[in-house]
């Protein structure tokens, strides 16, 4: 019942980052400025060298992980769980360091990818609980 | 008697079953939770060592040409001397004045992306658009990233008092650093606006804080204003005296451009 419940959490959290990662990832491919009415801050972050890795927009990396995420929640059994798991906690940590530098290097904010950074830690959450609630079916006492 | 032994026999007997299963219970219990604990150590190893690898990536660790921003030699000075040699500047104009088509680049100093531009696509567009007399070029210097885009800014439009300023924004993009570092010092100014030839450091140093310069820094920021520029490096090409057209590439190139230049082109005429 539970593993149910984290399961469906983290779907919808994955399906919400998979939004605002297309949407990133659609302004940066178009040239688009982002929609950024609260802290004005997400030209100057999308314009920073922090917004691409090795080449790679970070949008895009963020779209991969999220649907990676939903691809993992998906799967049963432990695999699942802990594919989930890993993608969920390497987002977190890396959302973690993506804000460290927004907010000591750029010395701007960028609404979405706070909104991403919520969106990866409470899957972090989610995740890791199901890990540790879930018993290992080979486990299981019969 | 023997009714009272059988049944304590019984008890004894379900007491011991009850507490093997209860051990069994406890057994699968632990291995459980140490399955669990296993997992979740594996699952945050694996997690740190992608987080490090990315941090390690996104942070440019490692290897890369130092170049003056880093303490080391200033580069790019050579080629830049060859690339404008040769070719008019006035103010914040490159080429020919008379030139048909204008091509309009608003950058700001720290971009890495303006960067890129500059050393990679802007010497086609030079030697293909600007060196033929096809078309002229401006440079317009915003400073949104941070202070030490405010103090390259001022300092490379003051360059351009003395009609210097594409030598000195070229050889600052070769020597670019890590934003907001606080990389741009005097020292380091000094050091790139002396590897620009016939550029005098000392009045290009003191003209940085006039306010010539300040109200060319906001004729930029209105012209920014104007044309809706979202994010650098932007390019806008139109026939001089005429509309502008934003380039919509998402990265400008040199073919781009020269797209832009032949359509403008054709309007003139």
């Not at chain 1, 691809?71 to 432990?78: P, Q, R, S």
């Amino acid at each position: 019942m539970i593993d149910r419940r984290l399961r469906l959490a983290g779907v919808v959290l994955a399906v919400l980052g998979i939004g605002v990662a297309t949407y990133l990832t659609v302004v940066h491919y178009a040239g688009l400025e982002a929609v950024c009415n609260i802290a004005h801050g997400c030209h100057k972050v999308q314009s920073s060298k922090y917004a691409e890795l090795a080449g790679v927009p970070v949008a895009v990396l963020g779209l991969a992980g999220y649907a990676g995420i939903l691809g993992a929640l998906v799967v049963d059994g432990e695999v699942g769980r802990l594919a989930a798991a890993v993608m969920a906690l390497a987002g977190f940590g890396f959302s973690m360091y993506l804000t460290y530098r927004e907010l000591a290097t750029i010395d701007a904010i960028c609404q979405w990818c706070v909104l991403s950074a919520i969106l990866m830690t409470l899957l972090a959450v989610v995740t890791v609980w199901r890990l540790l609630v879930v018993a290992p079916r080979e486990l299981v006492a019969t | 008697m023997s009714q009272q032994t059988s049944s304590t026999k019984r008890e004894r007997r379900d007491a011991a079953r009850a507490e093997r299963l209860e051990r069994e219970r406890a057994a699968v219990a632990a291995a459980q939770r140490k399955r669990r604990l296993t997992m979740l150590a594996g699952a945050l190893a694996a997690a740190a060592v992608i987080v490090v690898v990315a941090v390690l990536v996104s942070s440019g660790g490692g290897g890369g040409k130092k170049t003056a921003a880093g303490g080391g030699a200033v580069v790019g000075a050579a080629a830049t001397q060859q690339l404008l040699a040769g070719i008019p500047q006035q103010g914040l104009t490159l080429g020919n004045a008379g030139a048909p088509v204008t091509i309009v680049e608003f950058v700001d100093p720290q971009c890495p992306y303006c960067r890129d531009y500059s050393v990679n696509e802007l010497p086609t567009v030079i030697q293909q658009q600007v060196r033929t007399g096809k078309a002229k070029l401006e440079l317009r210097m915003l400073h949104f990233i941070g202070p030490d885009s405010t103090t390259a800014a001022r300092a490379l439009t003051a360059a351009g008092m003395q009609n210097k300023l594409f030598n000195a924004a070229e050889v600052l993009y070769h020597n670019q650093g890590e934003e907001n570092s606080g990389y741009v010092t005097d020292a380091y100014l000094r050091r790139i606006l002396g590897a620009v030839p016939g550029l005098d450091v000392n009045r290009a140093m003191q003209d940085a804080s006039s306010t010539t310069v300040t109200e060319e820094l906001g004729t930029a920021q209105t012209a920014q204003s104007r044309y809706g520029v979202g994010g650098t490096p932007t390019i806008l090409v139109g026939p001089t005296g005429g509309t502008l057209k934003a380039d919509g590439e998402q990265t400008p190139t040199a073919v781009g451009i020269a797209k832009l230049v032949d359509a403008a082109a054709a309007q003139k005429a």
